[in-house]
Each structure stands twice: as C-alpha cells, then as structure tokens.
T-cell receptor, first 113, second 109 residues
Framework: GAGVSQSPSNKVTEKGKDVELRCDPISGHTALYWYRQSLGQGLEFLIYFQGNSAPDKSGLPSDRFSAERTGGSVSTLTIQRTQQEDSAVYLC???????????FGPGTRLTVL | GQQLNQSPQSMFIQEGEDVSMNCTSSSIFNTWLWYKQDPGEGPVLLIALYKAGELTSNGRLTAQFGITRKDSFLNISASIPSDVGIYFCAGSGTYKYIFGTGTRLKVLA
C-alpha cells in the first residue's frame, strides 16, 4: 500500500482479555517497529523486526507482550491478559532498511476497561 | 524507556511568529529526525538530518544537526494555525530511534 496501515483503529477490551493489533508496513520495507504512546507522552520503543526476526525485544514491558512478523510483511502485536495500564496508542512504523527513516501508521488506540 | 530531553514542552504563539524548539541527548547520534503529530494520527516526518552541522529546510521549517551530534534544533517561521500539533525529535545511533518527549504547539490566530 501507499503507507503503513494498522488495524483496528480503536479497540476497547475488558481487563484480562487478550488483544491482537495488526500492522501492514509499506511494501518493500524490511524493518518494522512497534511503539507505545501513552496519553500526552512521547513514543516508547517496544520491539523491532528485521525481516521476520526480532533481534531486540528489550522494550516489551512484560511477558504478556509478544509480537511476530510473517513473510517479512505483516506484523501482529499481542497483549495477553490486558491490564488497565496497557491503555495507550500503539504505533507501528516501517523503514526500507535499518537506520533508514521510519514512516508511521495511524496507530491503534487501545482502551482497557 | 529512554527519551531525549526536548524543550519547550509546550508553547502558545501568535500567528505569524517564529518558533524554535530543540532536543538534547547525552548520547551521540548519527541521524536526527523531526516529526509532527496531529490528534488521532501517527507522526509524520518533517525533516531528516544525517550529518553533523547539516542545516536543512522544508518550506517554512528549518532544522539543524548540532555540531556536537548531541542536539538538534527545529525552527518554524511565520507560523500559521495549521502548525498546531505535537512536534517530536528522534535520534538514532544504530538501529533504534529514541524519541523526545514532544513540544506541543498552539498557534493563536
């Protein structure tokens, strides 16, 4: 596609439920990044992919968070047993290669009740 | 997580005024980026800087990569109401971009 797309745009869930967030990067971009943005805050790095592998998972807040990328394209971020503090906007970005400029999707706003 | 020091945190200005904001880091970076984020949207790239001392313009926006490689500046000239939003800097040494805390800009008509 022309840009990075994310789905759903909004997700409301109950505490304890699992959620999956999807990111479609720009076609041909090998690097993909996930960030979290809490209300009024900057961007917090979660994880990045180079191809299908994730060399750096250091930003994932807990073992309830996981991400995968298949076929070097679409990525899903999964949050298990959601907590209220997980409420935030989850942003995905992609770049042609590592260290190249990152282009962001519109984000998924997650609300955990 | 780790973040850059970005200032000011917020500012109100009159339409037509010039605006300046900056980011500083304790680490040396090889790349600086400036993004703008509108409400409900993802950040959009404004300017990318790849070399120390580099000065780059994009319309009314001008950004500079500090000589020390630990800071960067963004200037907006003759601000207009649609400049309102949150401006983020981002610095990278390797693969990971560290983002500033953002400058929230409000333009008074």
């Amino acid at each position: 596609g022309a840009g990075v797309s994310q789905s759903p745009s909004n997700k409301v869930t109950e505490k304890g439920k699992d959620v999956e967030l999807r990111c479609d990067p720009i076609s041909g971009h090998t690097a993909l990044y996930w960030y979290r943005q809490s209300l009024g805050q900057g961007l917090e790095f979660l994880i990045y992919f180079q191809g299908n592998s994730a060399p750096d998972k250091s930003g994932l807040p807990s073992d309830r968070f996981s991400a995968e990328r298949t076929g070097g394209s679409v990525s899903t971020l999964t949050i298990q047993r959601t907590q209220q503090e997980d409420s935030a906007v989850y942003l995905c970005a992609s770049s042609l290669a590592l260290r190249d400029t990152q282009y962001f999707g519109p984000g998924t706003r997650l609300t955990v009740l | 997580g780790q973040q850059l020091n970005q200032s000011p945190q917020s500012m109100f200005i009159q339409e037509g005024e010039d605006v300046s904001m900056n980011c500083t880091s304790s680490s040396i970076f090889n790349t600086w980026l400036w993004y703008k984020q509108d409400p409900g949207e993802g950040p959009v790239l404004l300017i990318a800087l790849y070399k120390a001392g580099e000065l780059t313009s994009n319309g009314r926006l001008t950004a500079q990569f500090g000589i020390t490689r630990k800071d960067s500046f963004l200037n907006i000239s003759a601000s207009i109401p649609s400049d309102v939003g949150i401006y983020f800097c981002a610095g990278s040494g390797t693969y990971k971009y560290i983002f500033g805390t953002g400058t929230r800009l409000k333009v008074l008509a």
